[in-house]
C-alpha cells in the first residue's frame, strides 16, 4: 500500500493488488488507498483478517509497533495471478513487494508473465532465499538483507563483487542495496557500479524508506528514465522521506527541489554523458543553453567578467574545459600551473557557471556538436565563422557569438609577472 502511495505522491498511476480479509478494516483501507487514487485492486479472504499495524507515538518518534495478522500463505492465490494478469497489459513496470506474508505464492510465475510482456519487475525482497525472484530486472535489498544470502562484507568493494556474482547467477539486470548512511550501491550484472552518499540531512524516521526506494525508481523506468538515472533519483527521494515521521512519500516538487540543491552545492563537474543528459533537462524546461571553453589556467578578473556576461545571455551556462595534455600541446610544457581538477573546482564554484566539462581534443568541437548550446561565445577578437563548433551551432538553430575580453587582464601576462618578480 504505501509503494502504491508513492507512486501516486509521484503522479504514476499505481494498480495495487493483494490480499485482504473481508473485513471492516479491508474497507477502510481500500477507502484511503481510493481516496489517493491507487486503483485497488485487492483479494478478500474469509475468514482471514486484514493486516492492521498499531504504531505507538510520542513526542514524534515511534515507540512501539504492534501487528495483528495471520498469514495469508494457506489461501488460494489463484485470485491473485487472475488479478495481476487482468492489470499487466495496461503496466509499464511491475513491483513486487514481498513481505513474507503469502501473497505472494508464486513470484516466479509473477516474473515469469512479466517478463514474457516485456515489463521490467522491480523486487522487494524478504528472506534469504533470493532464488525466488530468478529473472527479475532488479531486487533491492538493505545491506543486511544483503548480507544474509551473500555473508558479512569487509568493504565496498566485496559488496560489488559479491553483489555482481548474484546478480548474474540470478540473471538480474542489478542489485541496488540500500546501505543506510552511506547510500545506495547500484551492482550491475556486467558493467561498472554506481555508488550513490546519502543526501539525507537528518535522519528523522526510516520508516517506509524502502518502499520510497522501489517506487520512485520504478516510477522513474516506467517514465524513461535509465536505471542510472532511477537509481540517483530514488536515492535522492530517501534522503527526503526519512526527514518525515511515519510512512511518507516524496512529491515531484520535493524531488525538483532535491535536483535543484544537488546542482547547486559544487556537484557542477559533470562528465559528457551526465552534461547531456541535464542539457536535454533543461531544454524540455525550455531553458536557454549557453555555451563556452578555454584553459582558464589562472582565473583572473578578466574571466569572471567574461563569465558573467555570457551566463546573462541565457539560462545555462557550460564552461568546456581543456584537459592538462590538450594544455601542454597549445601553451608548452611548461602549462598548466593549475590542474584540471583544480581549474574545474574554481570554475564550478563561480556563480554564473551551472556546470563544467571536461575535452582532451585541441578543440572542443566535437563536444560542442554533441551539446548543441542555443548560444556559443568566446572571448578575442575571432570571427564568428572561424570558432569551432561554429557550423554546429548554427545548423541547430543556435547563435556564435564574440564577446570582449577585459583589457590587460591575461594568465600568460600574471605568469610572465610572477617569474620576473
Not at 71 to 76: I, L, N, P, Q, V
Not at 208 to 228: F, M, N, P
Not at 327 to 338: F, T
Not at 339 to 344: C, F, G, I, T, V
Amino acid at each position: 500500500g504505501n509503494v502504491a502511495l508513492n507512486v501516486a505522491a509521484l503522479g504514476g498511476r499505481a494498480v495495487l493488488v493483494g490480499m485482504t480479509g473481508d473485513d471492516e478494516a479491508a474497507d477502510r483501507l481500500e477507502s484511503l488507498l481510493t481516496a489517493m487514487d491507487v486503483d485497488c485492486r485487492l483479494v478478500r479472504q474469509a475468514g482471514v483478517p486484514t493486516i492492521a499495524k498499531l504504531r505507538i507515538i510520542s513526542r514524534h518518534q515511534q515507540l512501539i509497533r504492534v501487528d495483528f495478522e495471520d498469514s495469508f500463505a494457506s489461501c488460494d492465490d489463484a485470485a491473485v495471478l487472475a488479478a495481476f494478469d487482468g492489470a499487466l497489459d495496461a503496466a509499464d513496470v511491475i513491483v513486487l513487494s514481498d513481505y513474507g506474508k503469502g501473497t505472494l505464492q508464486s513470484t516466479a510465475k509473477l516474473i515469469a508473465a512479466a517478463r514474457a510482456a516485456q515489463r521490467p519487475v522491480m523486487v522487494d525482497p524478504k528472506g534469504s532465499d533470493f532464488t525466488r525472484y530468478r529473472g527479475a530486472t532488479v531486487i533491492t535489498p538493505n545491506l543486511a538483507e544483503f548480507e544474509a544470502v551473500v555473508g558479512t562484507c569487509a568493504d565496498e568493494a566485496e559488496i560489488v563483487s559479491r553483489g555482481q556474482r548474484l546478480a548474474r547467477e540470478l540473471d538480474l539486470s542489478a542489485l541496488l542495496v540500500t546501505r543506510g548512511e552511506h547510500g545506495m550501491s547500484l551492482l550491475p550484472g556486467d558493467g561498472d557500479p554506481l555508488h550513490l552518499p546519502t543526501h539525507a540531512r537528518e535522519v528523522f524516521d526510516v520508516t517506509g524508506a524502502g518502499d520510497t526506494v522501489i517506487s520512485v525508481l520504478a516510477a522513474a523506468v516506467a517514465s524513461g528514465q535509465s536505471l542510472e538515472q532511477a537509481t540517483a533519483l530514488a536515492n535522492l527521494a530517501a534522503g527526503i522521506v526519512v526527514g518525515k515521521l511515519g510512512t511518507a512519500s516524496a512529491t515531484v516538487a520535493e524531488l525538483k527541489r532535491a535536483v535543484h540543491e544537488l546542482e547547486e552545492s559544487g556537484q557542477g563537474i559533470l562528465t559528457e554523458e551526465q552534461l547531456l543528459e541535464r542539457v536535454q533537462i533543461a531544454r524540455e524546461h525550455g531553458e536557454r543553453v549557453v555555451m563556452t571553453n578555454g584553459c582558464f589556467d589562472i582565473l583572473h578578473a578578466g574571466h569572471v567578467a567574461y563569465l558573467n556576461q555570457a551566463r546573462r545571455l541565457g539560462d545555462r551556462l557550460i564552461v568546456a574545459v581543456n584537459d592538462d595534455d590538450s594544455v601542454r600541446r597549445l601553451k608548452g610544457s611548461s602549462r598548466p600551473v593549475n590542474s584540471l581538477a583544480e581549474r574545474m573546482e574554481v570554475l564550478a564554484a563561480l556563480g554564473s557557471v551551472d556546470w563544467v566539462v571536461a575535452f582532451g581534443e585541441d578543440t572542443p568541437e566535437r563536444l560542442i556538436c554533441a551539446v548543441r548550446p542555443d548560444l556559443l561565445v568566446k572571448g578575442g577578437d575571432y570571427r564568428p565563422q572561424d570558432i569551432a563548433g561554429y557550423q554546429c551551432v548554427k545548423d541547430g538553430g543556435g547563435e556564435v557569438v564574440v564577446l570582449g575580453y577585459r583589457d590587460g587582464c591575461s594568465s600568460t601576462r600574471i605568469i610572465d609577472t610572477m617569474r620576473s618578480s
